[in-house]
């Protein structure tokens, strides 16, 4: 058994909300004349769904006469995790604790945690290069080729964590069905990785309120004058040095 003890943060999931989030609130506009200059004639939500590039791409392909209600929603996006790789760069030292009090004298606890990368995949699929496009150039100037977000990771410690998201790479295909004005779908892929850190369960223990240190440059630890003495509760502490310093 890798632990005895259940625990689940939901980070993975907080991650995938949080990237659908920055690409859920997309529009474009349909233009009279000109498609940079021309008047609005239509603005159009890009809709967005946690699913497969090949999902829509079949539902595509069953309507040879164009006459799917699924084609004629086109734009629309959906984005999918790739995979999950261990990221060594960001390893941190696996023996050091992080410790938070709340005033009681008790005492939460969690070891460093584990470096991940998230790979996922966004995908664009339009009709037009012109609507592709117009969603590719509201998308790329936010990654530099990175964004980063603010996250709350666990909520008891409570942990809030910077998640940088990189862009790494952009493909285009376009594609047609039986002959050249039949039928065209242009996909726009982005590759996208999330650098998170997962944290493993929670401990408890308790707040150390009181420590005696002996203090002298010989061992005659028996004179009291020479014990230094900090008391205090979890927030503050008060040292009283009165009693040992003068005879030191």
């Not at 239509?42 to 040879?64: C, G, N, T």
Request: proline share 5%; net charge negative; aromatic share 10%.
């Amino acid at each position: 058994m890798l632990n005895n003890q259940v625990f689940y943060h939901g980070i993975i999931r907080k991650c995938i909300v949080a990237f659908g989030t920055l690409f859920s609130d997309i529009y474009i506009d349909r233009r009279e004349g000109d498609s940079v200059t021309g008047t609005v004639a239509q603005r159009l939500q890009i809709p967005l769904a946690y699913a497969p590039k090949e999902k829509w791409v079949v539902r595509l392909d069953s309507d040879p006469n164009l006459e799917n209600h699924t084609y004629t929603s086109l734009p629309r996006m959906s984005f999918e995790i790739i995979g999950y790789n261990y990221d060594p760069m960001r390893k941190l030292n696996r023996m050091q604790q992080l410790k938070c009090g709340d005033g009681s004298g008790s005492l939460t606890k969690m070891y460093t945690p584990v470096p991940y990368n998230i790979d996922l995949s966004l995908y664009i699929l339009t009709k037009t290069q012109e609507d592709g496009l117009q969603i590719l150039e509201q998308i790329l100037p936010t990654f530099t080729p990175e964004y980063t977000l603010k996250l709350k990771l666990t909520a008891e410690p409570e942990v809030v964590m910077d998640v940088p998201i990189v862009l790494n790479a952009v493909s285009v295909s376009d594609e047609y069905d039986g002959d050249f004005q039949t039928r065209r779908f242009v996909t726009h892929t982005l590759n996208f990785q999330m650098k998170a850190n997962l944290f493993g369960g929670v401990g408890e223990g308790a707040v150390i309120d009181t420590v005696y240190a002996n203090v002298g440059q010989n061992e005659d630890f028996s004179n009291p004058n020479r014990i230094y003495t900090a008391e205090g509760d979890t927030t503050t502490a008060t040292v009283n040095t009165e009693s040992w310093i003068d005879n030191f």
